[in-house]
């Protein structure tokens, strides 16, 4: 299984030192290795525009092949996704106007192409039940719903890699 990470995960990878947590960092060097987990050139601008920790930039400049350039089909995907007038809020007014990068639906793009999974701590709500989408939202849980396209959060991903702490 593929999985595409969104900007928000590979932030919350800030959080696991790879000093300390050298297993998860092992096992997405494997991922990578295997082509299995992808990611797009725009999360890569995103998070060079954000303050993330030194290790997280060290690890996306060593690992920069897995952010793919968008291909045809998924820039035709992008179009049918901004289609649905209701998602092309997934495009902040600021970011408009300031020209800032935005990844989401890149990333969702990738992700249907390729047959992956999206991974992303977007849109997410935690309570007693387990995890829904914020009704009405233009979020990638939200877009992904609607094209059937698998997302995730980082805790799942991590439960589905098998990995206990």
Same mark, same amino acid.
């Given at each position: 299984m593929s999985y595409v990470f969104d900007t928000s995960s590979i932030r919350s990878l800030q959080h696991f030192y790879p000093r300390v947590f050298k297993s998860i960092w092992d096992g997405l &060097? &494997?991922?990578? %290795?295997r082509q299995e987990l992808l990611s797009t050139r725009e999360v890569f601008n995103e998070l060079e525009r954000q303050a993330v920790s030194e290790e997280i930039m060290k690890w996306?400049? %060593?690992n920069k092949a897995l952010f793919t350039t968008p291909? @045809?089909?998924?820039?035709?995907?992008?179009a049918e996704i901004f289609k649905i007038k209701h998602f092309?809020?997934?495009i902040g007014a600021q970011q408009r106007l300031k020209g800032t990068p935005v990844a989401d639906p890149f990333v969702i %793009?990738? %992700?249907r192409i390729n047959g992956a999974t999206v991974?992303?701590?977007? @849109? =997410?709500?935690?309570?007693?039940k387990p995890l829904t989408l914020k009704p009405n939202a233009a979020k990638i849980p939200n877009v992904c719903a609607h094209f059937?396209?698998?997302?995730?959060?980082?805790?799942?991903?991590?439960?589905?890699?098998? =990995?206990?702490?």
């Amino acid at each position: 299984m593929s999985y595409v990470f969104d900007t928000s995960s590979i932030r919350s990878l800030q959080h696991f030192y790879p000093r300390v947590f050298k297993s998860i960092w092992d096992g997405l &060097d &494997d991922l990578v %290795a295997r082509q299995e987990l992808l990611s797009t050139r725009e999360v890569f601008n995103e998070l060079e525009r954000q303050a993330v920790s030194e290790e997280i930039m060290k690890w996306i400049k %060593a690992n920069k092949a897995l952010f793919t350039t968008p291909t @045809g089909p998924e820039l035709l995907f992008v179009a049918e996704i901004f289609k649905i007038k209701h998602f092309q809020g997934l495009i902040g007014a600021q970011q408009r106007l300031k020209g800032t990068p935005v990844a989401d639906p890149f990333v969702i %793009a990738c %992700a249907r192409i390729n047959g992956a999974t999206v991974v992303t701590e977007e @849109g =997410w709500q935690r309570g007693d039940k387990p995890l829904t989408l914020k009704p009405n939202a233009a979020k990638i849980p939200n877009v992904c719903a609607h094209f059937k396209i698998p997302c995730i959060d980082l805790e799942e991903f991590m439960h589905q890699q098998g =990995w206990a702490f």
